[in-house]
């Protein structure tokens, strides 16, 4: 039971990540389609992630109320493939006001895996969590790193004629909506049952509030370098918009794919603090390099660490609660944290790129990036290393 319970959780992951990296590519397809301001494009990117934000603290109580993660990660999914369907038609008519609300559709669907995933494999699991959320992370890395590529494969050989973006959506949602439907059947996660109240105990507070401010801050730079390395490297490396910015893309993320298991088993063996802050120096430090002297190398390096944080902060964040609050407080790292600061960050660079470039405004949040990892040696350890 425990294993078909890694794999429905893992193949959803698989898609969830991938659905992600779509959202970028589409972006970059209406910069050059519709001819929008890189602005813009920054607040599409923070309409997506501020929604996925705004939405996790709800769908982390759901869990910790309803206590079947695995059928609201189904309905993540699910709305995955509704918004990518949608999507597609918004974006083939140019509706600017229907692509916003297709984007924060999304953003609400995204907000459901990871908070969702974490309570289901840390409470089954136990202390061989990090090690098996890193597998399920590996499998989310090769959804992310394979989406590029395949999305553009898609777009090349589907266009008919004109760019269009329409029967690539309509296909990826679609397979979405498949990989739903096994969710929706009998629960096999079977959580702890509450003990009180599912609420946070007061001296709890300020460790899970730090590690929400870190997170926030580092994915400030790693979640909107992410949303703009698409538009980077087509107008600033004039890479084509094609199968090659595709295979790029992959490269970017692949790392990942092995980053995730290592690091996952690693914070099972040296600590959850001191791994969660050498992935964040290592992402930050590795972007850093490439944006100074670009190649490759450095991009596969820094999604190494950027595309593995997954099993590193909710394992941490696992070892500091009890199981009854698990959900909600999962939800506050990661929704407030990661999807909070990716929500400003886009922004924030879609503005800096006006006034000094987009490679300047991606150096500033990197530095940004860097700096958020002072504070982790501040954080307490918890209970179990």
């Not at 949608?86 to 895996?113: K, N």
């Not at 690091?263 to 972007?287: C, K, M, P």
């Not at 929500?343 to 879609?350: E, R």
């Not at 987009?358 to 954080?379: E, K, N, W």
Request: charged share 5%; glycine share 12%; proline share 5%.
């Amino acid at each position: 039971m425990n294993r078909k319970t890694f794999w429905l959780v893992s193949i959803s992951h698989f898609v969830n990540d991938g659905n992600g990296v779509v959202l970028p590519i589409v972006y970059t397809f209406l910069l050059s389609s519709l001819g929008i301001s890189t602005l813009l494009v920054g607040f599409l990117g923070g309409t997506y992630w501020a929604v996925s934000a705004l939405s996790a603290p709800l769908v982390g109580r759901l869990t910790d109320l309803y206590r079947k993660p695995n059928r609201l990660i189904g309905l993540g999914i699910l709305l995955w493939g509704l918004s990518l369907m949608i999507l597609s038609v918004a974006v083939e008519s140019g509706s600017l006001v229907a692509i916003f609300i297709c984007v924060a559709l999304a953003g609400f669907s995204s907000a459901f895996y990871h908070p969702l995933g974490a309570v289901s494999l840390t409470q089954i699991f136990k202390n061989r969590a990090g090690s098996v959320m890193g597998l399920n992370g590996a499998l989310g890395s090769i959804g992310r790193a394979l989406y590029p590529t395949l999305t553009m494969f898609l777009f090349t050989n589907l266009a008919l004629g004109q760019p269009s973006m329409l029967p690539t959506l309509l296909i990826l949602g679609g397979f979405s909506i498949l990989a739903a439907m096994p969710l929706f059947g009998r629960e096999t996660a079977k959580l702890a049952p509450m003990e009180g109240k599912t609420v946070l105990a007061a001296k709890i507070w300020p460790t899970i509030i730090l590690i929400t401010l870190i997170s926030f801050l580092w994915n400030m730079f790693a979640m909107s370098t992410a949303q703009f390395l698409p538009t980077l490297l087509v107008d600033v490396y004039h890479v084509t918009f094609s199968v090659d910015l595709g295979l790029i893309l992959t490269s970017s993320m692949v790392g990942a794919v092995l980053g995730q298991p290592i690091l996952g088993f690693l914070s099972d063996r040296l600590g959850r603090r001191f791994i969660f802050g050498f992935a964040g120096f290592g992402g930050a430090f590795f972007f850093l390099l490439f944006l100074l002297w670009p190649s490759v190398i450095w991009l596969i390096l820094a999604g190494f660490f950027i595309y593995s944080m997954f099993p590193v902060v909710l394992t941490l964040v696992g070892d500091m609660v009890p199981p009854h609050a698990a959900g909600f407080a999962n939800a506050l790292v990661w929704g407030i944290g990661t999807s909070g600061g990716a929500a400003v960050g886009p922004v924030l660079i879609g503005f800096l790129a006006g006034i000094v470039g987009l490679s300047q405004a991606m150096l500033i949040l990197t530095c940004l990036g860097l700096t958020s990892v002072l504070a982790v040696p501040f954080i307490r350890k918890p209970k179990v290393q």
